[in-house]
């Protein structure tokens, strides 16, 4: 398959058209209305410094369904104990940059460039984009971001610097976005970390027609509002087996 150039004024093609690995185009832009466009799609931007702007639509994609997030006896003990604090879009700068810096200290390349960062927070403003915040007292010591839209959650990045603080904030989104009725979390490409909590491989013309059916719902746009209580999140997210089924959830 070839990979497409893209104009700052030019649609995305197909996202089925994206080549073996994943890559569907090269340019265009980072501004909000490019980026919804994209998300809309199943496409995504990934790419280093050095790169230019690369669009992505890997196949198979990464999804959690609300209902199959498996949670472990540690970590339900670990919630119980309310050690920590839970927010959501507190301190969504905090978030980003912290997602960045953990992989620029471990010496790894990050797509969550300068460029990157400043497209983020203005789909923060303008109610898209949401965080979850983990805090042990005044420190923020993991969390994620993502996009949202519709039924769909897009996720992004997390971090954690505490052992499962990522693992509680996924419990906290799981949470919330099972009390709007979203239909999943977009993790895009396969990770042990989230297999590991119950996300499956989704084969991409599916992924791409649940998205289309997602998005008939309505957007939950602006500040987002965590009050679950943790036994709220262990009873919301206790898991169960998973079979394959190729209709949406509902």
């Known amino acids: 398959m ?13 996202a089925y058209l994206a080549r073996f690995d994943g890559l569907l185009c090269v340019g265009g832009d980072l501004s909000p209305a490019r980026l ?23 196949d198979p994609r990464l999804v959690l369904y609300p209902e199959n997030f498996k949670i472990s006896k540690s970590l339900k003990k670990k919630i119980r104990k309310n ?5 959501m879009d507190k ?3 905090d978030i980003i940059y912290a997602c960045a810096q953990t992989r620029v200290k471990k ?15 203005k789909l923060y ?22 996009i949202s839209l519709g039924g769909c959650f897009f996720g992004e990045s997390m971090f954690s610097k505490v ?7 996924i419990a906290a989104l799981n949470t919330h976005i099972k009390k709007l009725k979203f239909d999943f979390i977009d993790c895009q490409i396969p990770t042990n970390h989230m297999l590991s909590l119950g996300a ?19 957007n939950h746009k602006g500040i987002w509002e965590f009050s679950g209580f943790e036994d709220k999140i262990i009873n919301d997210n206790c898991g169960v087996d998973y079979k394959f089924n190729s209709n949406i959830r509902q």
């Open 163 to 169: 052992s499962d603080a990522s693992k509680i904030a």
């Open 91 to 93: 301190a969504f700068q």
């Open 2 to 14: 070839p990979v497409f150039q893209l104009s700052e004024k030019s649609i995305f093609p197909p």
């Open 36 to 58: 919804l466009l994209a998300y809309k799609n199943g496409i995504f931007p990934w790419f280093s410094n050095n790169e230019p702007i690369l669009w992505w639509c890997p």
């Open 200 to 218: 499956v491989k989704v084969p991409r013309n599916i992924f791409l027609d649940q998205i289309k059916l997602s998005l008939k719902k309505k």
């Open 125 to 146: 403003k303008k109610g898209y984009a949401h965080s979850v915040e983990i805090w042990e007292h005044k420190e923020l010591i993991g969390g994620l971001y993502g």
């Open 107 to 121: 010496n790894q390349d990050t797509w969550i460039t300068n460029n990157m960062i400043k497209a983020y927070i």
């Open 83 to 87: 050690y920590f604090k839970i927010t």
